[in-house]
C-alpha cells in the first residue's frame, strides 16, 4: 500500500512565506518525479512545480522566483518553499508522485489529499 502525505500550508499574508512537506511511503520499488499541483476555487488543477528523482526542477511561470522545491530520495520527501505569497497563490496544493510498485512496471501517479493554502492581502 501506498501513502503521499502532506503537510504545511495554512494562512499567511501577502508578502509572507509558507513551507509544504510530502512524503510517499509504503510498499515500492521506487519514486520517480514528485510534484506540487493546486487547484484554486472555480479552476482547473495546475501544476507549481515538479522535481525528478535526479533533482531536475520545473516550475509554472507563475511561481518561477518565488517557489523553490527540493527533495530528499533517502526518505522519499519533498518540500515547496513558498515565498512572497500573493493572494493568487491561495488554493488546494496536492501532492503528486509518480512511484514503480515493481522493478519493470510503469510508474503510476499518487496523490495526498490536499492542503490549503490561503494568502490574505
Known amino acids: 500500500q501506498v501513502h503521499v502525505l502532506e503537510s504545511g500550508g495554512g494562512l499567511a499574508q501577502a508578502g509572507g512565506s509558507l513551507r509544504l512537506s510530502c512524503a510517499a511511503s509504503?510498499?515500492?520499488?521506487?519514486?520517480?518525479?514528485m510534484g506540487w499541483y493546486r487547484q484554486a476555487s472555480g479552476k482547473q488543477r495546475e501544476l507549481v512545480a515538479s522535481i525528478t528523482s535526479g533533482f531536475t526542477t520545473n516550475y509554472a511561470e507563475s511561481v518561477r522566483g518565488r517557489f523553490i522545491i527540493s527533495r530528499d530520495n533517502a526518505v522519499n520527501t519533498i518540500w515547496l518553499q513558498m515565498n512572497s505569497l500573493k493572494p493568487d497563490d491561495t488554493a488546494v496544493y496536492y501532492c503528486?508522485?509518480?512511484?514503480?510498485?515493481?522493478?519493470?512496471?510503469?510508474?503510476?501517479?499518487?496523490w495526498g489529499q490536499g492542503t490549503q493554502v490561503t494568502v490574505s492581502s
Open positions: 509504503g510498499s515500492f520499488y521506487s519514486v520517480n518525479t
Open positions: 503528486q508522485a509518480a512511484i514503480r510498485l515493481w522493478h519493470m512496471e510503469p510508474a503510476e501517479d499518487y
